[in-house]
């Protein structure tokens, strides 16, 4: 694991880019999404053995990389957390507090996706994203049906 101390104190030291450094990483900060990391690691085998292509692999562990990044790093952390609050504590989707969480919610994903490295170009490239795509991501991601839970 290496050091990069320059956002504030780090829970743990950023990991080295492999699966085992990320994974006891991910342990040590989140061992809640240790599951979540697992399953989609499976997705992205799949997804690599039907299409052979390795870039499935490299997505997952860039993606697990900066989610670790976030966990680690209380800045991030504490900024997803509040626009993840944000977002459920909305009542729809066309609510304006619901659009600029969004948008501080892919801010820290795109920070963190930068903070690590990447044996992939597009795994790490800054993303420019549309409210609209951001709607459509928290929809997926979170099952958010346009009504407040």
């Given at each position: 694991?290496?050091?990069?101390?320059?956002?504030?104190?780090?829970?743990?030291?950023?990991?080295?880019?492999?699966?085992?450094?990320?994974?006891?990483?991910?342990?040590?900060?989140a061992p809640h999404r240790?599951?979540?990391?697992e399953k989609h690691k499976?997705?992205?085998?799949?997804?690599?053995?039907?299409?052979?292509?390795?870039?499935?692999?490299?997505?997952?562990?860039?993606?697990?990389?900066?989610?670790?990044?976030?966990?680690?790093?209380?800045?991030?952390?504490?900024?997803?957390?509040?626009?993840?609050?944000?977002?459920?504590?909305?009542?729809?989707?066309?609510?304006?507090?619901?659009?600029?969480?969004?948008?501080?919610?892919?801010?820290?994903?795109?920070?963190?996706?930068?903070?690590?490295?990447?044996?992939?170009?597009?795994?790490?490239?800054p993303r420019t994203m549309?409210?609209?795509?951001?709607?459509?991501?928290?929809?997926?991601?979170?099952?958010?049906?346009?009504?407040?839970?």
């Open positions: 694991m290496s050091t990069q101390a320059d956002h504030g104190t780090e829970l743990v030291p950023r990991p080295e880019r492999t699966p085992d450094a990320v994974r006891v990483a991910l342990a040590r900060v240790l599951d979540e990391m499976e997705e992205a085998l799949a997804a690599a053995i039907r299409t052979s292509k390795i870039g499935h692999l490299q997505h997952w562990l860039t993606h697990w990389a900066a989610q670790v990044e976030i966990e680690r790093r209380p800045d991030l952390s504490a900024r997803r957390s509040r626009a993840l609050a944000t977002i459920h504590g909305t009542a729809s989707k066309d609510d304006p507090a619901f659009r600029s969480a969004m948008v501080e919610l892919r801010a820290v994903e795109d920070a963190a996706t930068q903070a690590v490295p990447s044996a992939c170009a597009w795994c790490s490239a549309t409210v609209e795509i951001a709607e459509a991501l928290a929809v997926i991601r979170l099952g958010l049906d346009g009504s407040a839970s």
